[in-house]
């Protein structure tokens, strides 16, 4: 299986207020089409992590490989374009434009990457609407639809560009059980039928234990799962 992410040897620190040495020599491969969790105790470095991953976080020591090219130390622009095209993002919230449609929602970034027409576009993000049965949601505002629906809304968007990895911070973090479960057999089906690369952080023992490979951190090191 080839690497779709590879991590070699990230260190962070944030500086203020005091300096504290948050990542410690995080080194991991994602292989393509796994469903990867990462866990651990409040504080031990997993959202960090996760967004440093994500390239959203440039602030650190080490090397970071997206499908084997090395991207860390690319300009701010390359990466946003990098993650428009490759990373799909989940968070514990759902951050939908809510005076916008649903559709509307889902078309965003595939309408910021610029390679399609409107049309094909519009066509692509109600087929993630239907792979998620929530095509009759389509034309509501998304300040009308449930806690629920606005997190399968928000897996939509991130699965509009076909991204190679998704990945999530909390994703189920604010939802009932039932809808928990329903996120989780959404991100199974995605690695089962599409080959979806997955990386979820989770304070959730029985989601985490589902997925393919645990990886548990403390004190900012994984120290189980490598
Ligand atoms: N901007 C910041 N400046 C200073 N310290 C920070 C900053 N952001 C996070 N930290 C500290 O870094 C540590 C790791 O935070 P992080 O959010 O990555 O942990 P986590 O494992 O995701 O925790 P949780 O499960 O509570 O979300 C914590 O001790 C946190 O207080």
Do not use: C, W
């Not at 990466?79 to 929602?105: K, M, P």
């Amino acid at each position: 299986m080839s690497a779709v992410l590879e991590a070699r040897n990230i260190d962070k620190f944030f500086r203020k207020p005091v300096e504290y040495h948050v990542l410690k020599d995080i080194s991991f491969v994602l292989p393509e089409g796994q469903f990867t969790s990462i866990i651990g105790k409040s504080g031990s470095g997993k959202s960090t992590l996760l967004y440093i991953l994500s390239t959203m976080d440039t602030d650190y020591e080490g090397s970071l490989y997206l499908k084997g090219d090395l991207i860390t130390g690319s300009s701010y622009k390359h990466l946003a374009s990098l993650r428009n095209e490759y990373i799909g993002f989940v968070f514990q919230f759902h951050y939908l434009l809510l005076e916008f449609t649903v559709l509307d929602n889902v078309m965003l970034p595939a309408l910021k990457l610029g390679v399609k027409s409107v049309e094909e576009i519009r066509y692509d993000a109600m087929e993630k609407l239907r792979m998620l049965h929530i095509d009759k949601l389509a034309l509501k505002r998304a300040s009308r639809i449930s806690g629920g629906e606005k997190q399968r809304v928000a897996i939509a968007r991130a699965l509009i560009n076909n991204p190679a990895i998704l990945m999530g911070d909390e994703p189920t973090g604010n939802l009932d059980s039932y809808n928990s479960e329903n996120v989780f057999q959404i991100f199974k089906q995605l690695r089962e039928e599409e080959g979806l690369s997955l990386l979820v952080v989770t304070h959730d023992q029985d989601f985490a234990h589902r997925t393919d490979r645990i990886l548990e951190m403390e004190d900012g090191r994984i120290i189980n799962g490598n």
